[in-house]
Antibody, heavy 115, light 107 residues
Framework: EVQLLESGGGFIPRGGSLRLSCAAS????????MTWVRQAPGKGLAWVSTITDSGDRTFLADSVKGRFTVSRDNSNYALYLHMSSLRDDDTAVYFC????????WGQGTLVTVSS | DIEMTQSPSSLSASVGDRVTITCRAS??????LSWYHQTPGKAPRLLVYAASRLESGVPSRFTGRGSGTDYTLTISSLEPEDFGTYYC?????????FGGGTKVEHK
């Protein structure tokens, strides 16, 4: 059974930094590109970032470029989202997704940016 | 970036109704289109990928169609578990984009 488990969310002051993690199991992790999608309270889904299977290329939404980076550790089946200069509009549930069109989603971790 | 325009944004329906949701891309996406269903507090569930391929375990009452820039998801006969919000998503571009969502509510 494929499992994606996000962690690292919580309350963070405006301007602060946070690292989200996603622990994967039950799949050949290094064969999948991995994606972060977020959902602000009461809003729709928004793509944040994708990293290729090998980690050699990353893609970021314009809204987070220069503030977020994505990385992965294939030997430990782990995906990361490094978030800095956090703003109020970064408040959201962050989902880890295996691939770019996928049946495999984590349950999400809530990041709340508060002044 | 490819913009995905989804309509309607909401609709009211009853169990047994036929429901159709539309998604239009701002440029051709060669069937690189998925549909998801989400209920409150849960992760989205993949229903359809490649515009018309049903994900394993998804009931046959769901049908995805379309090509080029225009795509539809049809539920032939709405079941109680089908209420919630539906999203389309293109993966033609490395910059993925979602439609704004269609909330299907009880009439």
């Amino acid at each position: 059974e494929v499992q994606l488990l996000e962690s690292g969310g919580g309350f963070i002051p405006r301007g602060g930094s946070l690292r989200l993690s996603c622990a994967a199991s039950g799949l050949s992790f290094s064969a999948y590109s991995m994606t972060w999608v977020r959902q602000a309270p009461g809003k729709g889904l928004a793509w944040v970032s994708t990293i290729t299977d090998s980690g050699d290329r990353t893609f970021l939404a314009d809204s987070v470029k220069g503030r977020f980076t994505v990385s992965r550790d294939n030997s430990n089946y782990a995906l990361y989202l490094h978030m800095s200069s956090l703003r109020d509009d970064d408040t959201a549930v962050y989902f880890c997704v295996a691939g770019t069109s996928s049946a495999y989603w984590g349950q999400g971790t809530l990041v709340t940016v508060s002044s | 970036d490819i913009e995905m325009t989804q309509s309607p944004s909401s609709l009211s329906a009853s169990v047994g109704d036929r429901v159709t949701i539309t998604c239009r891309a701002s440029q051709g996406i060669t069937n690189s289109l998925s549909w998801y269903h989400q209920t409150p507090g849960k992760a989205p569930r993949l229903l359809v990928y490649a515009a018309s391929r049903l994900e394993s375990g998804v009931p046959s009452r769901f049908t995805g169609r379309g090509s080029g820039t225009d795509y539809t998801l049809t539920i032939s006969s709405l079941e109680p578990e089908d209420f919630g919000t539906y999203y389309c998503q293109q993966y033609y571009s490395n910059v993925l984009t979602f439609g704004g969502g269609t909330k299907v509510e009880h009439k």
